[in-house]
């Protein structure tokens, strides 16, 4: 194949640096791997052969492009680690994904697809029932070259440094934890909680508590943790749905990172963590967050024993030239058949106005129906405010 593959994006995120990082190493120096914001993805962008790999793709916005492609019968790669089927809640990023058209596209992207990756079984199985594909499962990597020329700076505190990365839809998840944080606070002056995009609102202004805004590229983010020294590490999941169908994300990078981790005790790292051999796993209660963080802060030994063997076996496991050969017999054996497929593809010059027109009314019909719902609950809430003003 000719080694040109398109990273199909809604936006920069980790996954998305993660997946480039990958794709480049699997197929070797020669690769050619570029990334395509959705909006802008049209047929003019497969006249040099790249094959496209939709990564977490659901917004309407890009429909137009996905049936040319489907009607041609054009097998491009589709990857997703999360389940987005199972989002609860009313956050703007759960309303995005219930809504009808984004169900609608995610169904069409995956149903079509030449081959659906993902990483976790669990939700590999949940795609086939719901949708009747059966989705590849690869692991998931960490790149040790982000780390390995790095030095370690010195410590000569007698903090132990407890750390958390995350966004702010991650705040669910620290229902139980809050509690057991603020105990250890209490209980332990030699703690230090480090918090980067996200620091629960109840925490952020004790003196022992750290927060770094969210820094958007990877690599930068990886060093800003290897050089925050961290002791130990957390992965709190709350007992909701989707939680079940996650990566193993903190495990591999508290893993590379020799930092010792206490992680909720459910899928993902239930089946990653060996409890106290590779990490503790602890119950999603606030006793069970105390107990795992203050083993750990009362035994030093221990955490260093955890965090070497979790180093190990992200090495042998999930190290990204390992994953990476895996990935790459996947990626030459679809390359392949998009190339045959392409072949067979006449691409015009209308082909690419018609796809670029209809995508920008897409454009305009979510901006307008966007607006409208904004006007709507605004509208909503001023309403609810004077009634609950007049009632009193």
């Given at each position: 194949?000719?080694?040109?593959?398109?990273?199909?994006?809604?936006?920069?995120?980790a996954t998305t640096h993660i997946i480039e990082r990958l794709v480049s190493q699997a197929l070797g120096g020669a690769a050619h791997v570029s990334k395509i914001i959705l909006a802008g993805f049209l047929p003019n962008h497969l006249r040099d052969g790249g094959m496209p790999?939709?990564?977490?793709?659901?917004?309407?916005?890009?429909?137009?492009?996905?049936?040319?492609?489907?009607?041609?019968?054009?097998?491009?790669?589709?990857?997703?680690?999360?389940?987005?089927?199972?989002?609860?809640?009313?956050?703007?990023?759960?309303?995005?994904?219930?809504?009808?058209?984004?169900?609608?596209?995610?169904?069409?992207?995956?149903?079509?697809?030449?081959?659906?990756?993902?990483?976790?079984?669990?939700?590999?199985?949940?795609?086939?029932?719901?949708?009747?594909?059966?989705?590849?499962?690869?692991?998931?990597?960490?790149?040790?070259?982000?780390?390995?020329?790095?030095?370690?700076?010195?410590?000569?505190?007698?903090?132990?440094?407890?750390?958390f990365a995350g966004s702010p839809t991650r705040a669910p998840d620290f229902e139980q934890v809050i509690p057991a944080l603020q105990r250890v606070l209490a209980d332990f002056p030699q703690a230090e909680l480090y918090f980067f995009g996200y620091v629960p609102e109840r925490?952020?202004?004790?003196?022992?508590?750290?927060?770094?805004?969210?820094?958007?590229?990877?690599?930068?983010?990886?060093?800003?943790?290897?050089?925050?020294?961290?002791?130990?590490?957390?992965?709190?999941?709350?007992?909701?749905?989707?939680?079940?169908?996650?990566?193993?994300?903190?495990?591999?990078?508290?893993?590379?990172?020799?930092?010792?981790?206490?992680?909720?005790?459910?899928?993902?790292?239930?089946?990653?963590?060996?409890h106290a051999e590779t990490g503790l796993l602890v119950q999603q209660t606030e006793e069970g967050w105390y107990e795992g963080i203050a083993s750990l802060i009362r035994d030093p030994q221990l955490r260093k024993q955890i965090a070497g063997r979790a180093c190990a076996d992200?090495?042998?496991?999930?190290?990204?030239?390992?994953?990476?050969?895996?990935?790459?017999?996947?990626?030459?054996?679809?390359?392949?058949?998009?190339?045959?497929?392409?072949?067979?593809?006449?691409?015009?010059?209308?082909?690419?106005?018609?796809?670029?027109?209809?995508?920008?009314?897409?454009?305009?019909?979510?901006?307008?129906?966007?607006?409208?719902?904004?006007?709507?609950?605004?509208?909503?809430?001023?309403?609810?405010?004077?009634?609950?003003?007049?009632?009193?």
């Open positions: 194949m000719s080694c040109r593959v398109k990273l199909v994006i809604e936006g920069e995120i790999i939709l990564v977490r793709i659901g917004d309407p916005v890009g429909k137009p492009m996905l049936e040319w492609m489907i009607a041609r019968k054009l097998p491009y790669l589709y990857y997703i680690d999360d389940n987005f089927w199972e989002l609860e809640g009313r956050t703007p990023l759960a309303r995005f994904y219930q809504s009808k058209g984004v169900r609608g596209m995610l169904a069409l992207a995956v149903q079509h697809a030449g081959t659906v990756i993902v990483n976790s079984p669990l939700l590999g199985q949940y795609i086939e029932e719901r949708l009747g594909v059966t989705p590849l499962v690869l692991p998931a990597p960490f790149d040790f070259a982000l780390i390995d020329t790095l030095d370690v700076p010195p410590r000569e505190d007698n903090q132990v440094r407890i750390g925490l952020r202004k004790h003196p022992r508590v750290h927060f770094t805004a969210h820094v958007d590229d990877y690599t930068s983010f990886i060093r800003l943790k290897r050089e925050s020294c961290l002791d130990i590490g957390l992965a709190p999941m709350a007992p909701v749905k989707s939680n079940l169908y996650k990566t193993n994300n903190k495990y591999r990078e508290y893993g590379a990172l020799g930092i010792a981790g206490v992680y909720a005790d459910s899928h993902p790292y239930k089946n990653s963590v060996k992200v090495r042998e496991h999930y190290a990204q030239d390992v994953v990476a050969l895996q990935w790459r017999e996947v990626l030459l054996e679809a390359g392949q058949r998009w190339h045959a497929a392409l072949s067979a593809v006449s691409i015009s010059d209308a082909d690419h106005l018609q796809v670029r027109r209809a995508t920008r009314i897409a454009l305009w019909r979510i901006w307008i129906v966007s607006g409208v719902a904004r006007r709507t609950r605004r509208l909503l809430e001023h309403t609810l405010g004077m009634l609950q003003r007049r009632s009193v």
